[in-house]
């Protein structure tokens, strides 16, 4: 009898990653045509204002496209001389990989109502969710800081996710706790950063939330208004895939190796990628949903004209 329930549950587990895989390649699919179709029509017009911006913006702006760019180059570095190491996929490269094929649903913040906006002095070249295939017209779109928040999804997040799962080791190692208490834990340490860099963002004008559900916001009514659940919800975002880091490398030795079953194994490398891309994409999904669609915009504040999506 328990050999009978071992061989069902790993049935249920090698028939999980081929599942993932075909609703990765639906995501991609759709990402592909809007992509294709967004650069064949030449991009979208630039967001753009005559008002004056102030030099401080512009530097907060310089900045982030700066930076972003320059955590990227570091990341993939990383990413590469893992890979090439030990001449397979790896965890930083699964998790690079799953998060690009997401940035897509960047755009689709704005679907319902100007819910979100970057810096007009961002480059960018408008979005792509005109052209998706299940867009119908929709609200403002959200122009894409092209040199920014693309190495975000490359660099950032990947490299984020990676160091959750390193810090929910250090913690578990050095306190003795429960997994359930360590991942608690480490969630809400997720959620403050992430917290206080939007805060300062946009402090900063680097972005906005110009349409917000002002009874889970604060600040609501003002320029500086930030909803709550979108805290939540993105924390969240970063936190889960480093807890399946976590939960999946306690069955290895190495830091950067997945477990040869899924290196090698159930189709090979881009099985697998497509399978983290279909989770991701899913889970990433219903963030916008709730965040940007569902939760009504009863709370529009006004905003400086480089703030204006």
């Known amino acids: 009898m328990a050999g009978q329930v071992a061989a069902t549950s790993t049935q249920r587990r090698g028939a999980l990653l081929p599942a993932l895989a075909g609703v990765g390649v639906a995501f991609v699919a759709i990402q592909l045509w809007a992509y294709l179709a967004w650069l064949i029509n030449g991009g979208a017009t630039q967001f753009a204002t005559d008002a004056a911006v102030p030099g401080s913006v512009r530097s907060a702006v310089l900045l982030g496209q700066t930076l972003m760019p320059a955590v990227a180059v570091v990341w993939l570095a990383f990413v590469v001389r893992g890979a090439h190491r030990h001449r397979a996929l790896t965890w930083p490269a699964l998790l690079t ?101 939007e805060m300062r963002s946009i402090a900063q004008g680097v972005h906005s939330y110009p349409e917000v559900f002002g009874a889970l916001s604060i600040h609501d009514g003002a320029a500086n208004q930030f909803p709550l659940y979108e805290n939540w919800l993105l924390a969240l975002m970063w936190f889960l895939p480093g807890l399946v880091v976590f939960l999946a490398r306690d069955r290895v030795t190495g830091p950067l190796e997945l477990p040869a079953t899924i290196r090698s194994g159930a189709g090979g490398v881009a099985v697998t990628v497509l399978a983290a891309a279909g989770a991701l994409n899913s889970v990433f999904l219903l963030y916008n949903l709730i965040a940007f669609v569902w939760l009504p915009a009863d709370t529009v504040a006004p905003m400086p004209p480089w703030l204006n999506p």
Do not use: H, K
Request: aromatic share 16%; charged share 15%; with cysteine.
């Open 97 to 197: 990989a799953a998060w690009g094929l997401t940035y897509w649903q960047e755009s689709l913040a704005n679907v319902t109502g100007a819910r979100f906006a970057y810096n007009t002095e961002f480059v960018d070249r408008g979005d792509w969710t005109g052209f998706l295939p299940f867009i119908d017209g929709g609200g403002p779109g959200l122009p894409q800081p092209l040199v920014m928040e693309a190495f975000v999804f490359v660099g950032l997040f990947p490299a984020v996710s990676f160091a959750v799962a390193a810090l929910l080791r250090t913690l578990r190692d050095r306190s003795g706790w429960s997994t359930a208490v360590v991942a608690a834990c480490g969630y809400l340490i997720v959620l403050v950063i992430e917290f206080l860099i």
